[in-house]
């Protein structure tokens, strides 16, 4: 079964750095790019970015180019997203999808929430 | 970046109504659109790709047209399990990955 299995929820504060990982399982993990999506509470899905696990090859969205860094390590499989400084506004669910035509699967999303 | 703007944004309907989505991209896409459901507290599912064509698994009540700049996502007879919020997606290799704002489809 092709599954991404996401790392479990973070609660920081702001200034904190943070990585979140996503882990693929049942397919060849460097032929597919990884996306990473996120959703603010109540919202809807705004495309961050995706990487190229063959070579790391990056695309950002403008709104979230300089924010925040993707990153993968192709001999275990996963794909990173971090930042160096949370804010609060980065409060949000976020998920990595294979990217193809269309982006599945996905994985269950990581919720991070950036509190004082 | 190309913008995606789906209608409407709520739709309200009854159990085995037959129901369209339209989205609409700022400039042509080609085909280059998926259509996703997204349920509350669950990661979205891909339904259609590449315009028209049927994720594996997806029933085929669900049906997607369109290139260019206009299409819709169909729903031929309403089912208890589809009420959601859907989302269209252009996946252009020139151009930021963009969705729409998407609709949520509502019990009448």
């Known amino acids: 079964e092709v599954q991404l299995v996401q790392s479990g929820a973070e609660v920081k504060k702001p200034g904190e750095s943070l990585r979140i990982s996503c882990k693929g399982s049942g397919y060849s993990f460097t032929s597919y790019w990884i996306s990473w999506v996120r959703q603010m509470p109540g919202k809807g899905l705004e495309w961050m970015g995706r990487i190229d696990p063959s070579d790391s090859y990056t695309n950002y969205s403008p709104s979230f180019q300089g924010h925040v860094t993707i990153s993968t390590d192709k001999s275990i499989s996963t794909a990173y997203l971090q930042w160096s400084s949370l804010k609060a506004s980065d409060t949000a669910m976020y998920y990595c999808?294979?990217?193809?035509?269309?982006?599945?699967?996905w994985g269950q999303g990581t919720l991070v929430t950036v509190s004082s | 970046d190309i913008q995606m703007t789906q209608s409407p944004s709520t739709l309200s309907a009854s159990v085995g109504d037959r129901v369209t989505i339209t989205c609409r991209a700022s400039?042509?896409?080609?085909?280059?659109l998926a259509w996703y459901q997204q349920k509350p507290g669950r990661a979205p599912k891909l339904l259609i790709y590449?315009?028209?064509s049927l994720q594996s698994g997806v029933p085929s009540r669900f049906s997607g047209s369109g290139s260019g700049t206009e299409f819709t996502l169909t729903i031929s007879s309403l089912q208890p399990d589809d009420f959601a919020t859907y989302y269209c997606q252009q996946y252009t290799s020139y151009s930021p990955y963009t969705f729409g704002q998407g609709t949520k489809l509502e019990i009448k």
């Open positions: 999808a294979r990217t193809s035509t269309g982006f599945d699967p």
């Open positions: 590449k315009a028209s």
């Open positions: 400039q042509s896409i080609s085909s280059w």
